[in-house]
């Protein structure tokens, strides 16, 4: 092919495909504001489980998200490069090899025990979701520690055992104060017994 013929040929195939300047330059922009979001949602997460969704149907992941989405946590498959401008644009130094493969990010705003949670379970029901691990409170922690925190008890379990542990001393108070006014009872119905015979 001649270098005319080429370069009529890539013309064609661009406009066919409507790869003109003006569309990659907006794919640079879009590009641009999808790592302005990561950024900032990298600063305001206080925990970030990653997880490699390789072999994971529609089905699946949008199940996990949708459950997810309940508890206030995104979860977004982005481009491992647009993830690492983020990291490093958030400030964060954080080691990028493990963003070698497909991987997902679930950003939760609160503590992250309810999405580690959730994709701890998940992934014990299906093999084809793998955590690599997290950023929590702004540094990389490992697969045991997501798991350690998905084995904390939620704050509302909390409050429950708090409650409980509250109501028991309560409980055995009126318990023994009762049985006391019990057995004043019996002693008075004894007594008064007694002296109709």
Known sequence: MTSKSQ???????RDFFNLSEENMAISKEKKEKIVEELTEKFSSSSAVILTNYQGLNVKDITGLRCELKEK?????????????????KAGLKIDTSIFSGPVALAFDL?????????????????????????IINKNLVDVDAIKSLALLPTREELYAKLVGSLNAPISGFINVLSGNIRNLVYVLNAYKESKTN
Not at 7 to 13: D, E, K
């Open 110 to 134: 609160e503590e992250g025990i309810d999405s580690s949670k959730i994709i701890y379970n998940f992934a014990k029901g299906n093999k084809n979701l793998e955590i690599l691990g997290g």
């Open 72 to 88: 206030g946590v995104k979860f977004e498959v982005i481009k491992n490069t647009l993830v690492k401008i983020a990291l490093e």
């Open 7 to 13: 370069m009529l040929f890539s013309a064609r195939c």
